[in-house]
């Protein structure tokens, strides 16, 4: 038990030390852009690697089922977290790529467990009933694809894996009455979406 709880306070030590750079380093690299210190291209590379820590640092909170809310305010630091994720929003209009970089993504960071925890259960749900022996309901399989889709979408990074989710999406729009009268057919889709869902976990380190 003594080895448990030193190893999640050591866990929790490094990630505040962690977040707390991170913080920093993104009101200081703004602060010193906007004084004219910072050239714009580094200024994009640097902010665009302070957030892809960020992002990690969220998902390792989310791993150690530690909230963030109470992270921030027990490290004192919610106001300046906040102010970092503004900035991040304000620049959103720089040259990132749209997929890697954007409003969508700079405000999901705040959502990262809700999503994962959503992901997960729309994979599981829509393997599940893929691989059901008899089935009378495409309507159900739309739905549930639809509402992976919509999350995955959100999820920032996983570039890939969204690229490969899109081509199984486009798969059942194109031969939606299939999925009913061939289970073959279902159990390759979900086999395809499978391989989504391990790049997914591998990705988070789950």
Do not use: W
Not at 95 to 116: A, D, G, V, Y
Not at 176 to 190: M, P, Q, T
């Amino acid at each position: 038990m003594t080895n448990q709880k030193k190893s999640s306070f050591d866990i929790s030590s490094e990630l505040e030390s962690e977040l707390f750079a991170i913080v920093n380093t993104i009101m200081t690299l703004n602060k010193k852009y906007q004084s004219g210190n910072l050239k714009e291209n580094f200024f994009q590379r640097s902010i665009k690697s302070a957030m892809n820590d960020l992002l990690k640092i969220n998902l390792s909170l989310n791993k150690n089922s530690i909230e963030l809310s109470k992270f921030l305010a027990k490290m004192n630091i919610t106001e300046d977290y906040y102010k970092a994720i503004d900035i991040i929003n304000k620049i959103s209009s720089l040259n990132f790529s749209p997929n890697q970089f954007s409003k969508s993504t700079s405000s999901s960071i705040l959502e990262i467990p809700r999503l994962t925890s959503e992901i997960t259960s729309s994979f599981i749900t829509l393997m599940d009933a893929l691989k059901l022996e008899s089935f009378d309901n495409n309507e159900i399989i739309f739905d549930l694809i639809k509402d992976l889709k919509k999350n995955f979408d959100r999820f920032p990074g996983l570039e890939l894996s969204k690229i490969k989710l899109s081509k199984i999406y486009q798969e059942f729009l194109k031969n939606g009455e299939e999925i009913v009268s061939h289970k073959k057919f279902r159990d390759s889709l979900a086999d395809d979406l499978y391989e989504v869902f391990k790049d997914f976990n591998e990705k988070l380190n789950l």
